[in-house]
Structures are given as structure tokens and as C-alpha cells.
């Protein structure tokens, strides 16, 4: 069974750096594409960053591209999401979500996702 547990969050400061880990439990991990998701209040979640099994596989919401970096450890079956420069709007409850797929790259529809975790909260003070 793949359990999925998030990490780092909380209250920052505009323009701070906070990172993000995702444990995940289980087997296989290499074989899993990863993706982090955020929801903030009152609106829908949504896609944030990916990263498939094959290496160099990466992609990012326009709203974090050149902001946010995700990373995975295989050898520690751990994905993490690095977040510089962070503004208000990215205040948001963060998920990490895991695909299992023959295909080596990932995707940024949810409903893909076979597993996620309970999200940890991020909040940015103006």
C-alpha cells in the first residue's frame, strides 16, 4: 500500500524560501511519476510540478516556473519542492500526488494521480 506524508510547511514571509518534502511509503517508487498540487481557499486545486521516472522529465505551472524547483530521491523515496521568492498567492494547502505509469514522463491532470497525501499548509504574509 503507498502512503504519502508532506512536510515543511508554514508561515513565511514574502520573498522567503521554504521547501517542501514528500515521503512516500511503499515499493516502487522509481517506477511512480510525482507532482506537487496546491489548493488555496475557495478555489480549485491545482498542478504545480511533475516530474516523471526518466530523468530530465520536469514541468512546472507558469504561476512557479524559474520560483519553484521539484527534485526526487529515489534512494530515499522522496520528492521535494523547493520555493524561492515566494509570494501570497501562493498561499495554499501543497499535496504531493504519485502516477503509476509505463510511461516514464508525467502528468499535470489530477485525476491521473493515483495516490496523495493530506497536504501540509503553506501561508505567505505580505
Known amino acids: 500500500q503507498v502512503q504519502l506524508v508532506e512536510s515543511g510547511g508554514g508561515l513565511v514571509q514574502a520573498g522567503d524560501s521554504l521547501t517542501l518534502s514528500c515521503t512516500f511509503s511503499g515499493s516502487g517508487f522509481s517506477r511512480f511519476a510525482i507532482a506537487w498540487f496546491r489548493q488555496a481557499p475557495g478555489k480549485d486545486r491545482e498542478f504545480v510540478a511533475a516530474m516523471g521516472q526518466i530523468e530530465g522529465r520536469i514541468g512546472y505551472a507558469d504561476a512557479v516556473k524559474g520560483r519553484f524547483t521539484v527534485s526526487r530521491d529515489n534512494t530515499k523515496n522522496m520528492s521535494y519542492l523547493q520555493m524561492n521568492g515566494l509570494e501570497p498567492e501562493d498561499t495554499a494547502v501543497y499535496f504531493c500526488?504519485?502516477?503509476?505509469?509505463?510511461?516514464?514522463?508525467?502528468?499535470?491532470?489530477?485525476?491521473?494521480?493515483?495516490?496523495w497525501g493530506q497536504g501540509t499548509q503553506v501561508t505567505v504574509s505580505s
Open positions: 500526488a504519485a502516477d503509476f505509469n509505463g510511461s516514464g514522463d508525467f502528468t499535470r491532470l489530477e485525476y491521473l494521480y493515483d495516490y
